[in-house]
């Protein structure tokens, strides 16, 4: 499978590795394709990794995977261009946390997810939330002596929902399915009240 991955930080590059030691074609995309970071990730994945613009990547995958600052949604979408997300299955992993007036909070209120903000932009894009809650480490080929090996899934598309869990599954997962998008406004809720105790200590 080809998969493109929008976002070159800690969450993507090990989504890259992970997926690409899997034998998935992985195209990481990043600001700047000559970072030392993204030469290594060429260099050691066996011919499976590949580096490009958000916008190459986008076009790149047939699964796209959304992993740059969660409160920039609309922002990001005009670097990789709506319509190289048309069509395609996208995991939206992002947080939506923000930082206003000394608080951590959810950059898109209570009644709404970065999820729905991407949904609603690229109407045909099917959107599944997933691996937001887990640590980057965990993303692939999970520990169970490090925590729960369930990984909560939720989307409108039930084709692409299926599609993802077997991603997920292939990678070491059992999937819980929580129900249509919405659902991943709890899913980031859990990690924005996270990081706001966090930030709180």
């Known amino acids: 499978m080809r998969i493109g991955i929008i976002g070159s930080g800690m969450v993507g590059s090990s989504l890259a590795a992970g997926l690409a030691r899997h034998g998935h074609d992985v195209m990481l995309g990043t600001r700047d394709t000559s970072n030392p970071a993204m030469m290594e990730f060429v260099a050691t994945s066996d011919g499976q990794g590949y580096a490009g613009s958000y916008a190459e990547a986008a ?17 990001t979408l005009e670097t ?16 939506p946390i923000a930082h206003v007036d000394g608080a951590t909070v959810a950059a898109y209120g209570a009644e709404d997810s970065a999820a729905e903000v991407l949904q609603r932009a690229v109407p045909s894009a099917r959107v599944v939330k997933a691996y937001n809650t887990i ?16 990984m909560r899934i939720a989307g409108d598309d039930a084709g692409a929902k299926a599609e993802v869990s077997a991603l997920l599954e ?14 991943a406004r709890e899913l980031e809720a859990e990690v924005v009240e996270w990081a706001a105790s966090r930030d709180a200590d």
């Open 59 to 75: 076009r790149f995958g047939d699964i796209v995977i959304t992993a740059y600052p969660g409160s920039l949604v609309l922002e």
């Open 80 to 95: 990789i261009g709506a319509g190289n997300l048309a069509d395609k299955v996208v995991i939206d992993v992002v947080n």
């Open 135 to 150: 640590f980057a480490r965990r993303m692939v080929d999970p520990d169970p002596g490090d925590g729960p090996t369930t």
């Open 170 to 183: 292939s990678t070491g997962w059992s999937v819980r399915d929580l129900g249509g998008l919405e659902h």
